[in-house]
């Protein structure tokens, strides 16, 4: 079965920098686009980057972000060990939230808490 595993969430001071990785398994990771979202407290959950599957090659480790991260965030991919990264830098603390990793159709993973706070 989809299995997608987080980690590498934490407590960050402002302008501190974190590293999140997802591992997966259960599925032919390479044709997948891997997704990063996130949710705050009170908060719908909201879109933070995408990668492309390298399936498509003319589209191969295309990237795609929010506005919000936008120069600070960067999605990359690792098909030999099946996992996906989110390096976060110049963090914020209105980047509190948990991070989750997604496939489609529908396959999240359980989320890793990130709080930025001094």
């Known amino acids: 079965q989809v299995q997608l595993v987080e980690s590498g969430g934490g407590l960050v001071q402002p302008g501190g920098s974190l590293r999140l990785s997802c591992a997966a398994s259960?599925?032919?990771?390479?044709?997948?686009?891997m997704m990063w979202y996130r949710q705050a407290p009170g908060k719908e959950r909201e879109y933070v980057a995408t990668?492309?599957?390298?399936?498509?090659?003319?589209?191969?480790?295309?990237?795609n972000y929010a506005d919000s991260v936008k120069g600070r965030f960067t999605i990359s991919r690792d098909n030999t060990k099946n996992t996906v990264y989110l390096q976060m830098n110049s963090l914020k603390p209105e980047d509190t939230a948990v991070y989750y990793c997604?496939?489609?159709?529908?396959?999240w993973g359980q989320g890793t808490q990130v709080t930025v706070s001094s």
């Open positions: 990668i492309s599957s390298s399936y498509i090659t003319s589209t191969y480790g295309s990237t």
């Open positions: 259960g599925f032919t990771f390479s044709r997948a686009a």
């Open positions: 997604y496939t489609s159709p529908g396959y």
